[in-house]
């Protein structure tokens, strides 16, 4: 997870945690933009905005028993609702290892979803240097399918009163195959156009057709 995280471009993503001076966008009329689908990490499908543009897919082996697969989606929009989309697959380099991920990467369980969360919010956290208030995970079907959802705040590091920001992320998981795909957003501002833009992003993502 570390080193995946870090083919990020920092600066992208925390500019969308810094103050934005809103007041040009303002008086613009908005529109409604259009919306294209995907085609993302490890052949799953999500469906953005049409202002958002993908970077290439990185694909890392790491550490010699997972293949990790990655992909940002930048913008150049830039107010309050900007959210910084990338998201990340992982699955397992050797079909033989698959026993050792199932336990994991179960989130019908609340102990698998539990393994998965803790590793994973320390992860994001120290790679992002955040000091990340985080709430308890939760478990939810949607589309039929169980996701995790893992949702945080990023806060002043003296006072821990100060919020400079938040973080969501949802994950599906292949239980055949112990493939965990995660969709993470970043964003400076909570607003109601950005939590329909996610609650519309994660009803659209589709698993890899051949699970």
């Known amino acids: 997870m570390k080193k995946i995280l870090s083919f ?53 082996l790491e550490p010699d028993t997972e293949l990790k697969f990655f992909q940002e989606f930048n913008t150049s929009k830039n107010d309050k609702d900007t959210l910084a989309i990338f998201l990340l697959c992982t699955a397992p380099f050797d079909p033989n290892h698959i026993n050792n991920f ?9 102990d698998s979803a539990e ?8 992860d994001f956290s120290e790679n992002f240097d955040f000091n990340s208030r985080w709430e308890a995970p939760k ?35 292949n239980t055949n195959t112990s493939e965990v795909y995660v969709i ?6 909570k ?3 950005n939590q329909k833009m996610i609650k519309r992003i994660i009803n659209s993502f589709e698993l890899p057709s051949n699970e």
């Open 115 to 122: 393994a998965f969360a803790i590793p994973f919010q320390k």
């Open 102 to 110: 199932r336990f994991k990467y179960d989130f019908r369980s609340g």
């Open 191 to 193: 607003s109601s156009e």
């Open 139 to 173: 478990r939810k079907t949607i589309n039929g399918k169980p996701i995790l959802i893992m949702k945080g705040t990023v806060s002043d590091p003296q006072s821990g009163n100060h919020i400079f920001g938040f973080h969501e992320h949802y994950a599906w998981t």
């Open 8 to 60: 990020t471009k920092i600066g992208i993503l925390f500019t969308c945690l810094c103050l934005f001076s809103v007041g040009a966008f303002g008086a613009e009329a908005k529109t409604e933009p259009e919306w294209k689908i995907h085609q993302t990490v490890n052949r799953s499908f999500i469906e953005l905005p049409d202002f958002y543009v993908p970077d290439p897919i990185i694909e890392e």
């Open 184 to 189: 993470n957003f970043i964003y400076p501002e």
